[in-house]
């Protein structure tokens, strides 16, 4: 795909919960090589849209394509495999095992063992592609065979978007990922989206540090009570309009042809 081709579109999305309508129409363009911002205040419909982007939930109506060709997900391993990579708020990462584990964790690398019989996990291995794979994405871990237990919150967060930005073929999706970190560690996870751009990568970024979206993206979508009520530049936006127009007291339903 070249910067600024549709890598993801959604076409009139819906989705109920009995009378509860949590999406209504929701409509956008992802190109490559773009981040979009998506705000909107609890209840807006956010996480219910990430769900449907990234596999998890079946829309009721409407159709989302990638590439071009229209997808229906069975499952969230369906995205994952087709290069949708999505970062959920609790990481996803194991404490337990090594930052290199958990970089391929369900990817992992194996030795086939002597006469075709079942091999072994090829941990060096693993351990040398992590730490080159980070580095790429400018993610400095002090070593990839080091317990991710070990590593500070700032830094567990870089590794878990390392990984997606790794993996990402085609399109990253990130749920609040400056949550609950200073700022030097805030920036570098946003120096991170900044180079997944620069791949070429379409990042969807969602957030309530309207701060960080103003910083990294280039448009935003704003959803209200399950609608969204406008996808402009994100040079069209301040913090005060930003704000205004996700709480309603900005009145406002203009849509951005693209």
Not at 105 to 110: H, M
Not at 231 to 253: H, K, M, N, R, Y
């Amino acid at each position: 795909m070249a910067i600024g081709d549709v890598l993801y579109e959604a076409k009139n999305i819906s989705k109920k919960y009995g009378s509860v309508v949590a999406l209504d129409g929701a409509s956008f363009k992802l190109h490559a090589g773009e981040v979009i911002g998506l705000v909107g205040d609890n209840g807006a419909g956010k996480s219910t849209l990430v769900k449907i982007l990234s596999g998890a939930y079946t829309p009721d109506s409407g159709s989302l394509f990638l590439d071009g060709e229209q997808r229906v997900w069975t499952s969230p391993r369906e995205v994952l495999d087709a290069g949708v990579e999505t970062l959920y708020q609790d990481s996803g990462l194991a404490p337990h095992l090594s930052v290199s584990q958990n970089v391929f964790l369900g990817r992992e690398k194996v030795v086939k063992g002597f006469f075709g019989k079942l091999g072994f996990v090829a941990k060096k291995q693993m351990e040398h592609e992590a730490h080159r794979d980070l580095e790429e994405v400018g993610i400095a871990v002090p070593a990839s065979d080091r317990s991710v237990s070990q590593l500070s919150g700032g830094q567990r967060q870089a590794v878990a978007i390392g990984r997606a930005v790794a993996w990402a073929r085609k399109v990253i999706i990130l749920d609040e990922p400056t949550n609950h970190l200073g700022a030097r560690q805030a920036s570098e996870v946003l120096q991170i989206v900044k180079n997944a751009k620069k791949k070429g990568l379409g990042v969807i970024f969602i957030s309530h540090t309207l701060p960080h979206v103003l910083e990294v993206t280039d448009r935003i979508i704003v959803l209200r009570l399950g609608k969204i009520v406008k996808i402009a530049p994100t040079s069209e936006f301040t913090g005060d309009t930003l704000v205004g127009t996700i709480t309603g007291t900005i009145q406002t339903l203009k849509l951005e042809g693209d």
